[in-house]
């Protein structure tokens, strides 16, 4: 029977549901030398957002050609070199439908964090202070939200904001979008320059660089505000961070970063930014259905 690794762990019903179908299943995390050889003995890894599959991992596997699947375990594939390992005959799937909801209520979470000042208020109270004038925040209903992006998670997010009164404007590499016609397809610079919130849900693309940098940050209303839950690099760091010290974004709010974890004491340490560790799809009814579905890829890949 196939045997499999779930690198960066898997829903304990699933890996249960999984063994009673007689496959054999891992949950060790390995890393280097023992992912170079424990690669080479399974049909199938399971991976998160730790775990990087890049050429010279996908040769290991080549050396003796038993494997077979790659899943993400989410959304993006953008930690698998997803061209390569399909060019020498390795599936490579994901897991789209399960966790939208998710990360489009963290992303909706993070954006009251910054409008009431919960993230900060936080701090300031553990170390005994009183704020109460410092804090008077924004209201949600009457904003324009600007996504960046229009796939299922942005979607999510649109619709939780038009609930709140949030007016949603949208761009999307794909133009404009059959689906929620209550919300407005514009050009990237209209966004830019129409919307008090942008949160963001693309992947990052290495040959374009970053989707926001100095250039962008300039054309933006002051005193906006930014929601990032998709992938790090889509923003420069050091364009937010000049950003937000030029009062350009009033606050940002970020659960995914350039590095991970995160090496940039500016950024974990600036008191303009609501951190969280790319937390996105870490729900319980998420994991479970990503758990679901990753069994259903497995069923349909590997009979």
Known sequence: MYKILANDGIDKSAAEKLESLGYIVD??????????????EI??????????????LIDKALQTGQL????????????????YAKEKGILVRNTPNSSSDAVAELAIG??????????????????????KKDYKGIELNGKTLGLVGFGRIARSVAKKAMSLGMK????????????????????????????????????????????????????????MYIIHTARGGVINEDALLSALDS??????????????????????THEGISLTPHIGASTIEAQARIGQETIEVILESLS
Not at 252 to 260: I, P, R, S, T
């Open 27 to 40: 949950t060790n995390h390995y890393d280097g030398e023992d992912l170079d050889n424990m690669i080479q």
């Open 43 to 56: 049909d199938c890894i399971i991976i998160r957002s730790a775990t990087k599959i890049r050429v010279p």
């Open 68 to 83: 077979k699947l790659i899943i993400r375990a989410g959304v993006g594939i953008d930690n698998i070199d997803h061209a």
């Open 110 to 131: 993070h954006m009251f964090s910054l409008a009431r000042h919960i993230y900060i208020s936080n701090v300031t109270m553990r170390e005994g202070k009183w704020n």
């Open 168 to 223: 949603v404007i949208y761009n999307d590499i794909a133009g404009k979008s059959h689906f929620l016609p209550e919300c407005t397809y514009v050009s990237k610079d209209e966004l830019l320059t129409q919307s008090d919130f942008i949160s963001l849900h693309i992947p990052f693309n290495k040959e374009v660089g970053p989707y926001l940098g100095t250039t962008e940050f300039n054309k933006m209303k002051k005193g």
């Open 247 to 268: 009062g350009i974004v009033k606050r940002a709010a970020l659960d995914v970063y350039e590095q991970e974890p995160t090496r940039n004491e500016k950024i974990y």
